[in-house]
């Protein structure tokens, strides 16, 4: 089967009267002219406008980049014209489970003409209670159809959408929502997750009263959707309106989506806010359009659903901006589907159970989902319907030799890795893939393409198989348009242009390798720093995360001034055992022959949890902050972990071992 970005560089050689050979070639013409391979993208996809483009880019700085000045577009009018063609073969657009139907053997389906026609509604609904283009609008959902309706609904009326999920407490919520005034907050009655209810309607009561620009609030009632059964209760006193989502649904619709300028905004997407206010980023309709259509395409390799019969989901909450990705496959024509539940419940291979029993040709997760299945022993492969599963994708944290194999073995001998790597800052990837390159284990096969990614030394030298900060030479059109009121931009400024001027730094470790591949080793500012030998974290990871008793671990580097470095490893292992000298030997000896005798830990220590964020990243620097005498009041945001109890034990540790240090001074 030829790779799709085969197919687009022959159309590009016969467009330019080009004779590129391979990707490599393909990526270097595409950020040595970074203006003529966006506008080839723009008429590759052939993306409608009012006004077609005569430029692609007028300044090429960083930040402040101005793409397809005097364009117009808009996100749902590129979803919206795949609807006929996608009906007429019977492909739908949306393909749903949550625990409660996967228990049944149920799913939900809903047409391209349905989903449509439900966001056109909902936003003749949003118009009524007074929205208009720029206003924005908030939900507190998990990852159900409702949202996609929902975002639908407002990025045709030009309205700006913000999605936290049902798993945020009050605080986390009110802190990223407060940031950008909402006028309309859509909101559920709670979710079931790993079998467990959660009703949310007085966190939701909480919110309208914590956040006074809110005129109008929309209930989904979904508790009795997921198989939970709700109690009564009496709302309490609100001065807004309230709305039913069944009754929003049956208003006049709009006849069409607005047509918004190029860079005018589309959503709201949120830093993990851990430790201080998280970053309220702006992402542009024409920017997420063109990243969106390159990265499905080019880097994961999908197409409309029509022609290649692909169905695509990646397992996200709905506050991961993988959810944002997720569902943008739909600007390819892609059929979307959704798992709204544990991974992992009842039986342990749930999600790859969803997976066959859906059709999915795609399957992409956190790296941390396929450590926890090829530890837990899972083989998916004697499903019936992994047989149609050709690919899967990772991200969130790098993934190890071992998952890279375990998928090859348990899932499908010739199953493509697509293991991308950027972020919710960009709303996309820098790194990623193609089907017509070799998987190399630990590697990304490549930069994307457009993405002038290096890895630089201090000094601001690129580096060629050496560790460096992660950099992007040149804007992609998905780069942030701004942080919601950041008004001089000082805060997005000092957020990737601090160190290196006119220069993104990503603030990730990175490795490109003589093949062209790259290989990331964690975030730069968890840097292991052992007599002058810098490290990333990730290296320590793989060689710790080999032993099959270790389920998890972290590792911090702790340097006090006029004092020895001190750099404990703790470790999670599976249910029973219990961390004795053996197994210690085992994990030094490890490390010792995986990376250095330098990278020993002076301790290793058994804990139950180690403390993650939303969306899965381990939390190295605020348990480093700990160690070095810091309040958890000062170093994270609780409300945004997802198992903020996980700190009480590093509390208690690091006390512990001040006192310790204490007596011998």
């Known amino acids: ?43 590759y996809f052939d993306v409608q406008s009012p ?20 364009t117009q577009l808009n996100y749902a009018r590129q979803v919206q014209r795949h609807a006929a063609t996608a009906d007429a073969a019977g492909v739908p657009a949306l393909v749903f489970r949550n625990e409660h139907l ?28 007074g929205v208009v283009p720029g206003d924005r609008v908030a939900a507190y959902l998990p990852n159900i159809p409702q ?16 999605l936290c999920a049902t798993d945020m407490g009050v605080g986390t919520v009110r802190d990223r929502f407060r940031q950008i005034d909402p006028k309309v907050l859509i909101a559920c009655d709670g979710t079931v997750y790993g079998g467990k209810v959660a009703d949310r309607r007085e966190l939701v009561d909480a919110l309208l009263n914590e956040l ?38 049956q208003h006049a619709p709009v006849p069409e989506s607005e047509w918004v300028e190029f860079d005018h905004p589309l959503w709201t997407v949120y830093s993990s806010g851990t430790t201080g206010l998280p970053k309220p980023i702006v992402h542009g309709h024409g920017g997420v359009v063109l990243e969106m259509l390159k990265l499905h395409a080019f880097h994961l390799d999908l197409g409309p659903s029509a022609r290649t019969g692909d169905r695509f989901h990646w397992y996200s909450s709905a506050g991961w901006v993988m959810w944002n990705l997720s569902i943008s496959s739909l600007l390819l024509g892609c059929t979307v589907c959704i798992y709204d539940g544990h991974p ?78 950027g972020g919710t800052d960009l709303a996309s990837a820098f790194l990623g893939g193609t089907p017509e390159l070799p998987t190399i284990e630990g590697e990304m096969q490549a930069r994307c393409l457009g993405a002038d990614i290096e ?37 997005y400024r000092d957020s990737y242009f601090d160190t290196y001027p006119g220069v993104w730094r990503h603030g990730d470790w990175l490795r490109i390798t003589p093949s062209g591949g790259a290989v990331v080793y964690g975030r730069s500012d968890a840097t292991l720093n052992r007599h002058g030998h810098r490290m990333g974290t990730s ?55 995986q990376l250095s005798p330098r990278f020993t830990p002076d301790d290793i220590l058994q804990v139950r949890e180690v403390p993650r964020t939303l969306t899965g990243k381990k939390q190295e620097l605020p348990v480093k902050k700990i160690l070095l005498g810091r309040t958890l009041t000062d170093v994270v945001n609780k409300d945004a972990c997802a198992n903020p109890g996980a700190f009480d034990w590093y509390v208690d540790f690091a006390l512990a071992r001040q006192r310790r240090l204490a007596a011998s001074a």
Request: hydrophobic share 45%; charged share 15%; proline share 6%.
């Open 102 to 129: 996967q228990a049944q053997g149920q799913t939900q389906t809903l047409s391209w003409a349905a989903l449509m026609g439900q966001a056109h509604a909902l936003a003749g609904a949003l118009r009524d209670m």
């Open 455 to 491: 890895a630089w030394d201090e000094q601001g030298h690129p580096l060629m198989d050496a560790v460096g900060e992660m950099v992007c030479r040149q804007p992609m059109p998905s780069m942030p348009i701004y942080f919601w009121g950041d008004a001089d931009g000082h805060r």
């Open 539 to 593: 290296e320590l990871y793989n060689a710790v995360e080999s032993l099959p008793e270790v389920i998890d671990s972290l590792v911090v580097d702790i340097e006090h001034l006029g004092q020895p470095s001190y750099m404990p490893l703790f470790v999670v292992l599976r249910d029973g055992l219990t961390l004795d000298e053996l197994l210690r030997d085992r994990l030094r000896q490890a490390i010792r022959e």
């Open 51 to 70: 006004q077609p483009p005569v430029q692609g880019l007028r300044e090429a700085k960083m930040p402040g980049a101005q793409w397809f000045p005097g």
């Open 212 to 249: 006074p620009s809110i005129q109008h609030c929309i209930m989904v009632p979904y508790l009795t959707q997921a198989g939970a059964t709700v109690s009564s209760r009496v709302e309490a006193d609100w001065t807004g309106q309230r709305h039913l989502w069944a009754t929003c649904l």
């Open 147 to 162: 949202a996609v309706v929902g975002f639908l609904a407002c990025a045709s009326l030009g309205a700006v959408w913000s």
């Open 344 to 421: 992992s419940y009842p039986q342990p291979d749930a999600l790859w159970r969803f997976v066959s029993d859906t059709g999915v040709t795609f399957l992409g997760a956190g790296a941390a989902f396929y450590t926890a299945c090829m530890k837990a022993g899972i083989e998916p492969g004697h499903l019936p319907g992994i047989r149609q599963l050709r690919a899967l994708g990772s991200t969130g944290s790098p993934l190890s030799p071992e998952a890279y194999r375990w998928g090859q073995s348990q899932v499908r001998r010739d199953v493509w890795w697509a293991v991308i790597a």
């Open 1 to 43: 089967m030829t790779a799709n970005t085969q197919v687009f560089r022959e159309w590009v050689n016969a467009r330019h009267q080009l004779t590129l050979a391979s990707y490599d070639e393909l990526w270097r013409w595409s950020i040595a002219d970074v203006e003529q391979f966006w506008l080839s993208v723009w008429h």
